[in-house]
């Protein structure tokens, strides 16, 4: 079992902006942040992990969003680092989420446009499963209130 949130800047701040100022390259874009990503143990928790991560991509080009952000309490940005998200903010210290009890993260933002051939020139080992496996329970699906035309993203 596993479970995300994705919430835009399409209509109101993301929930970190009240916590912080986003950089200006981040506030002039379209961005979806993604909290509660929270996946149970068991033998098959990295494929259910790695499947959440492609459906929270493709609900962001379905939304044609520019650029992901989450905040990552260590050790667990890793994760997001492994991906190649980047510092929003490089050189910044943690900071505390009101949302998350005031834990420290690091603010980390990955730019969705960019992603297919930026893991292709990478070798990213997730490359194959995001962009070159068919999952039709992830790929079939709408967002209420979203009109956008999906479209994956390559070359």
């Known amino acids: 079992m596993a479970t995300s949130r994705l919430q835009t800047n399409i209509q109101a701040p993301l929930p970190l902006e009240h916590a912080i100022l986003l ?4 506030r002039a874009s379209r961005v979806a942040e993604a ?3 929270v996946v149970s143990g068991g033998a098959q928790a990295r494929t259910v992990r790695n499947a959440v991560l492609k459906q929270l991509y ?3 080009v379905s939304l044609q969003v520019d650029w992901i952000v989450i905040g990552a309490r260590p ?3 890793k994760l ?3 991906l190649m998200f980047q510092d929003a903010f490089p050189g910044a210290s943690l900071v505390p ?3 998350a009890d005031n834990i420290p993260h690091r603010i980390l933002a990955l730019r969705i446009p960019e992603l297919e051939r930026r893991w292709r020139m990478a070798n990213h080992p997730l490359h194959d ?3 070159h496996t068919f999952h039709p329970d992830l790929e079939q699906f709408e967002i209420p209130g979203c ?3 999906r479209q994956i993203m390559q070359g």
């Open 147 to 149: 009109n956008a035309r």
């Open 80 to 82: 997001y680092l492994g």
């Open 35 to 37: 909290t509660r990503f």
């Open 129 to 131: 499963f995001f962009f």
């Open 23 to 26: 950089p200006e390259y981040l």
């Open 97 to 99: 989420l009101p949302y």
């Open 75 to 77: 050790p667990l940005e």
């Open 58 to 60: 493709l609900a962001c």
